[in-house]
């Protein structure tokens, strides 16, 4: 039964989608245009807003339920009265002087003044509304009539009072004051509207107000026309130059309905807004257009900023900036991911994710759905006006979609991605290939090429069709009745899009990488433009002299004449940065996004304002500024921008030639600029849009960095003298330590001189030579002959070294040498010497300080000795050279007793010499040098002396 049941249905199959299809009834949805919320959860400080204002310098004041906040475009601040009796805040409005007055429910007004918010002081009570004029005059409607503040004079003065021909008939309750672009002030009031122009008050009567009471009405005028709208009926009524008469537009009426209505407000685009409980509703007069936006809101107010955005206040909800009005959003619909999109010049067809195909009649907004009987996407969707349907493919198969009616085209296929007809033959490009297809007889008739192929565009001027595919772009010709393969271009790069425009006859190329290109005459493609590399594009479409590419960065824009690239995104107004895919019809461009279908005005070029950019503190000093050395600057910037919905950058830079800019996240409150250079400086501040493009305005910063101290020219003078001082000691110091090195030197030679006239005093040459002539007279010439050469030559080299600071150790070794041997002639064959170097080499010491030393030990110490007489001589190298001459003579007591005894004036050399010479070199080599004695004893008798000498050294090499 089951089986028999599944039959039917598949038999009649045709029958069921065309039920489907119209199953889904006919609906007609509102299209809003995107717009940016801002409340609670964003941190506005309240969802209850009631009043909006935009400052001289372009900052958004909000008037709401927690007071009166000034929003930047990222934080909110707030500002509060120490008089005030609640916190609620309304009735915003700007003086020209650029102060902002604003009241609350319990008839106290507010001005702000120079940042700081005060209770303005008067005495009037039940005040429903305020407004600014031209002139610097605050109007306030009070429950006697009008009541003016004068700014420059600070003064009050009921209405009456203040000069004019015209008075009230009575002192009674007035509101809704307004005042227009040329300075009049229109109000009601029980004697009807009142108007004031050129300083004349009279009023306009009408039987509405006198029946229904000011109380039930609001006043608004534009172009000239006064409309009154009373929000007991919402009826809304015109005066036209002789009386006031009702209003009767069909669209208006059924838009305001029942709603309930708070305010009415004519804005610089000359349209009328009624803001209600249940939407706001525009009104255009020129067109006598009525139009209804967001009827889940409860607005109370709105204004145009000097971005042009739409800023609209609500009573639940916060804030809501809309960017642009003419891109309109279908985002109602059972899936609101649109994929794919196609017209027949009447209406506009889109496909869901889900499975269906809506239908939307351009001209009346009607949405018609038809659902394919599966949950699955649809692949491809074109419209061939030839045949007047429109082909979609899912499921295997491919559908027509004729007179609301879905019929089966072909089943059982590769998937289809894109149908076109040319030469009554179905081109039909598949995930397997591209083939031709004969529709009627549902069967294939062969392959154009194996590759995946996602599009095709016909250039009628040339006879081409031109295959989008996986593997380049292929070019068909129509050639001896037949299409033939004749152009392949970007051979291995993947193709995901092709358009042909026909009012240029050009073909436009889009790669999977982004690369955009433009067929030549010479039918070679030129690179015209690149995609971001973030961005994924999707479809390409040629309109006039620009090209139109969607993305999953938002809809891109090549404008050909100016090859300027732009992007059209969500802060523009773009439902979604997600478009897959659009159609051109007129002068609209239909979005498939994944937000919704959009409706955006090609014509439409809305220029945005450039950021302007401040310093919170108004009193900061621009020029002029003195800091010192290592001191930073703290700047608190602001920016008046919105359309980039936050994300905007502050930029500074220290200027000089190369000087690179300093970007900072919209999110900083204040930017501290430290390592400013020493002297004159000049700092540049600026903001940065979304867009990267500066603001309007560059401020300049100029100032002076003191130097630090020891970068003074008085501290450079004290440096100088300084160094002037110390150059003067040091010059006097050296000329100190010459003429101390020269004294000493003085004092070295000296000492020298007395070590030479110790050796060769007389005592010792006469008992040289006289050893010399004794070895003459025993006839002995060979030795004495050999002695007379030695003494000669001990003579000779004491001479030579005794100018010199330094000689070779060898040379002192020999000269001593040459002294022993000639001193051992007289001591005849009991004495002997030995000297012992520990074969110590290459080293330069003083000359002639040995040899004194063993002069004193032979004269004083071996010469009185009897028996053998002994001289050892040793050597040693540490920190110093040590010298230790050691005898077995009699000791020095002994030898000072005989020298007593002899009464002898002289000794063999000058103590004091030899101490000073030790004394000196000490000094110059700032080492412990000198000499020691000690007294050999045996049994408590002398047995001989030692003398350590510590002697200075150097390295030959």
């Known amino acids: 039964m089951l089986r028999k049941y599944l039959g039917e249905i598949k038999r009649h199959k045709h029958l069921y989608l065309w039920l489907l299809c119209w199953l889904w009834p006919l609906v007609s949805l509102a299209q809003d245009p995107v717009h940016f919320t801002y409340d609670d959860e964003t941190d506005l400080p309240s969802n209850e807003v009631y009043s909006i204002a935009q400052d001289p310098r372009g900052f958004i004041w909000i008037g709401c339920d927690a007071g009166l906040y000034k929003f930047d475009g990222v934080r909110y601040i707030g500002y509060k009265c120490v008089t005030q009796k609640s916190k609620s805040v309304t009735g915003l409005t700007f003086s020209t002087s650029g102060k902002l007055y604003c009241h609350n429910f319990q008839s106290q007004i507010f001005v702000l003044d120079n940042d700081t918010l005060r209770e303005l002081m008067h005495g009037y009570a039940k005040i429903p509304n305020i407004a600014c004029d031209k002139t610097g005059n605050l109007w306030v409607n009070d429950q006697i009539g009008l009541a003016v503040y004068n700014e420059a004079q600070k ?134 257009n009525v139009s209804l936006y967001y009827p889940n809101f409860a607005f109370s107010d709105c204004l145009i900023d000097r971005e042009g955005n739409y800023w609209f206040t609500t009573l639940q909800s916060g804030l809501i900036r809309v960017p642009n009005f003419k891109y309109l959003v279908w985002n109602k619909l059972e899936n609101n991911k649109i994929i794919k999109i196609e017209t027949d010049t009447n209406h506009v067809y889109f496909t869901t994710i889900n499975g269906n195909i809506g239908q939307i009649n351009t001209q009346t907004n009607q949405l018609n759905t038809f659902y394919t009987g599966r949950n699955e996407d649809i692949q491809s969707l074109n419209y061939i006006t030839e045949d007047k349907c429109l082909y979609f493919f899912t499921n295997n198969t491919l559908y027509g979609l004729k007179n609301n009616k879905i019929t089966v085209v072909l089943e059982k296929t590769p998937p289809i991605k894109y149908v076109q007809k040319i030469n009554n033959i179905y081109l039909v490009c598949t995930s397997f290939g591209a083939f031709f297809y004969d529709f009627l007889a549902k069967k294939k008739l062969s392959m154009i090429t194996p590759h995946w192929s996602r599009e095709m565009a016909y250039d009628s001027v040339n006879k081409t069709v031109w295959l989008a595919t996986n593997q380049g772009l292929f070019g068909l010709r129509w050639q001896n009745d037949t299409w033939q393969m004749c152009d392949s271009l970007l051979v291995q790069k993947q193709i995901v899009s092709v358009s042909f425009s026909q009012e240029t006859g050009q073909l436009f190329v889009l790669a999977f990488d982004g690369k955009i290109y433009q067929l030549t005459d010479l039918r070679q493609l030129e690179l015209v433009g690149s995609l971001p590399s973030n961005a994924q594009p999707y479809r390409i479409q040629a309109h006039k002299q620009k090209l139109y590419i969607t993305t999953n960065k938002g809809l891109w824009t090549l404008d050909m004449a100016q090859r300027q690239l732009k992007a059209i995104d969500l802060h523009e107004g773009l439902a979604s940065d997600n478009v897959q895919d659009l159609v051109i019809l007129g002068k609209n461009a239909w979005l498939a996004t994944g937000k919704g279908l959009q409706k955006i005005l090609l014509t439409e070029h809305q220029t945005i304002a450039k950021a302007k950019i401040y310093l919170k503190n108004k009193d900061f000093n621009y020029s002029g500024i003195q800091l010192q050395y290592g001191q930073g600057l703290v700047l608190q910037p602001e920016a008046s921008h919105y359309y980039s919905n936050g994300k905007f950058e502050y930029a500074y830079r220290i200027r000089n030639a190369n000087a690179e800019w300093n970007k900072l996240p919209a999110s900083v409150s204040e930017i501290n600029i430290q390592n400013i250079p020493i002297g004159n400086f000049e700092i540049e501040l600026k903001a940065i849009d979304y867009w990267g493009k500066d603001s309007e305005n560059i401020i300049t910063i100029s100032g002076y960095v003191h130097p630090p101290f020891w970068k003074t020219w008085q501290f450079m003078v004290f440096v100088l003298l300084c160094f002037l001082l110390l150059v003067y000691w040091i010059f006097r110091r050296q000329l100190a330590k010459r003429q101390k090195e020269l004294k000493q030197q003085n004092e070295l030679n000296i000492s020298k001189l007395t070590a030479i006239q110790s050796q060769m005093n007389p005592h010792f040459i006469f008992n040289s030579l006289n050893s010399i002539q004794d070895l003459v007279l025993k006839g002995d010439v060979e030795n004495s002959y050999s002695y007379l050469t030695t003494f000669s030559n001990l003579v000779r080299k004491t001479l030579q070294f005794s100018d010199k600071d330094f000689i070779d150790f060898e040379q002192e070794i020999k000269l001593l040498e040459i002294y022993l041997s000639l001193e051992k002639l007289r001591f005849k064959k009991d004495f002997n010497y030995s000297i012992d170097t520990h074969e110590i080499e290459d080293i330069l010491i003083p000359p002639l300080l040995v040899q004194p030393f063993i002069e004193n030990a032979l004269i004083h110490g071996l010469l009185h000795k009897t028996g053998a007489k002994t001289l050892k001589i040793r050597f040693s190298l540490a920190e110093n050279l040590v010298c230790v001459i050691e005898d077995n003579g009699i000791g020095r007591e002994n030898a000072k007793a005989i020298r007593a005894r002899q009464r002898a004036e002289h000794e063999s050399f000058s103590g004091k010499a030899i101490g000073k010479r030790f004394e000196i070199l000490s000094e110059l080599f700032a080492e412990d040098l000198g000499y020691e004695y000690e007294d050999l004893m045996e049994n408590g008798q002398p047995v001989g002396t030692r003398v350590v000498l510590r002697i200075p050294f150097r390295h030959k090499f």
Not at 172 to 192: D, M, P, R, V
């Open 155 to 288: 003064q009050w003065k009921n209405y009456e009072n203040i000069g004019v021909n015209s008075v009230f008939t009575d002192k009674e309750f007035t509101k809704s004051i307004k005042i227009t672009a040329a300075n009049e002030k229109y109000f009601l009031g029980t004697a009807g509207v009142g108007v004031i122009r050129e300083n004349k008050l009279r009023f306009i009567k009408s039987e509405v107000l006198e029946k229904e009471g000011i109380g039930s009405f609001l006043v608004e005028v534009i172009d000239k026309k006064i409309y009154l709208l009373s929000i007991k009926n919402n009826k809304m009524y015109v005066y036209d130059g002789e009386g006031f008469k009702e209003f009767k537009n069909e669209k208006f009426r059924n838009a305001v309905g029942l709603k309930k209505v708070t305010n009415i407000k004519a804005l610089p685009d000359g349209n009328l807004w009624i803001c209600t409980y249940n939407g706001i509703i525009c009104y255009n007069q020129r067109t006598d």
